[in-house]
């Protein structure tokens, strides 16, 4: 059974940084590709970045250029690095396998306020 353990969230100021760390237990194929998801209060979970096994990105608009998706296959461990937040990124942060059946963790959640 394959678990996703996100860490990393907080409060930070606009324009601040953060590194979001998502750790995957159990058993699964360790290049998988893997995604970052957000869900705001009031929102449906929306996708942020993807990262293939052999590391080619993707990323939504309103996160390129600040946000920067990264892997380690020996750790089967995923990571966002969150450069110049905004208010508007407040939203709990969660890690998958896209299009995948496994189980949502519990997220962390990330608040960007003064």
């Known amino acids: 059974q394959v678990q996703f353990v996100e860490s990393g969230g907080g409060l930070v100021q606009p324009g601040g940084s953060l590194r979001l760390s998502c750790a995957a237990s159990?058993?699964?194929?360790?290049?998988?590709?893997r995604a970052w998801y957000r869900q705001a209060p009031g929102n449906q979970r929306e996708l942020v970045a993807t990262i293939t096994g052999h590391g080619s990105t993707n990323y939504a608009d309103s996160v390129k250029g600040r946000f920067t998706i990264s892997r380690d296959n020996t750790k089967n461990t995923v990571y966002l690095q969150m450069n110049s937040l905004k208010p508007q990124d407040t939203a709990v942060y969660y890690c998958?396998?896209?299009?995948?059946?496994?189980?949502w963790g519990q997220g962390t959640q990330v608040t960007v306020s003064s």
């Open positions: 998958n396998v896209p299009d995948s059946q496994f189980s």
């Open positions: 159990g058993t699964i194929f360790r290049f998988y590709a």
